[in-house]
């Protein structure tokens, strides 16, 4: 079992819903990433979490530490967010960072 | 202006060459990092190294060499190309933990492919 989990692995919206992608992790960590990666393209981080909630536009992320759970919702769903999303956790300790990655969520916005 | 900057982009070479990929960073990071991104989109660390100093080879087979000559540069060195070794290599970079801001930045990535 991968240490992070994503669901749902591929999502299927149309243009304006309200979206929610959610993270499980198993490990102690000392942050949690969102990244978004385009069809061909690179890796962009959307948010670095270690407690609460933070907002960037129509992203929200949200983290319970207590319960090993973030979520990353996206308002008003546009086809320019079709992108595959990926949680990703840093550890502690002598881990330097190193990032552990959950196995992507496919996002496709309808219009 | 690109914060971390790999090269090439593509690279499509016969199996049993020798090929390197080519990162750098002018964020002023001390840590730097190599991923894989397999067929199936999933990345996995190779390689960490802190201010030019190897922290973590993630089981990553011999014939993959790292080599960080200053702390804004780590190129990938690949030895005798194997047809498995087809993906894209993904270069990031982040300040060190306790540093305030983890902000990690990646590169564009290189595709790999070995035929």
């Known amino acids: 079992k991968n240490e992070v989990e994503q669901s749902p692995q591929n999502l299927t919206a149309q243009e304006g819903e309200f979206i929610t992608i959610n993270c499980s992790y198993s490990v102690g960590i000392s942050a949690l990433h969102w990244l978004q990666q385009h069809p061909g393209g690179g890796i962009v981080s959307l948010f670095m979490l270690s407690s609460g909630k933070k907002k960037h536009g129509r992203l929200i992320a949200t983290i319970n530490i207590q319960e090993k759970h973030s979520s990353l919702h996206i308002t008003a769903s546009h086809p320019r967010d079709s992108a595959v999303y990926i949680c990703?956790?840093?550890?502690?300790?002598?881990?330097?960072?190193?990032?552990?990655f959950g196995q992507g969520t496919i996002l496709t916005v309808h219009p | 202006d690109t914060a971390v900057s790999q090269t090439p982009k593509y690279l499509v070479t016969q199996m049993g060459n020798d090929k390197s990929i080519k990162c750098e960073q002018n964020l002023g990071h001390d840590t730097m990092y190599w991923y894989k991104q397999d067929s199936k989109k999933f990345l996995k660390i190779m390689f960490s190294?802190?201010?030019?100093?190897?922290?973590i080879n993630e089981t990553v087979p011999n014939r993959f060499s790292p080599k960080s000559p200053d702390k804004a540069h780590l190129n990938l060195h690949i030895n005798s190309l194997e047809l498995g070794d087809s993906a894209v290599y993904f270069c990031a970079s982040s300040p060190l933990p306790g540093q305030g801001n983890y902000g990690y930045t990646f590169g564009s990535g290189t595709r790999l492919t070995v035929v």
């Open positions: 990703a956790v840093r550890a502690g300790g002598t881990s330097y960072g190193k990032l552990t």
């Open positions: 190294y802190n201010n030019k100093e190897l922290i």
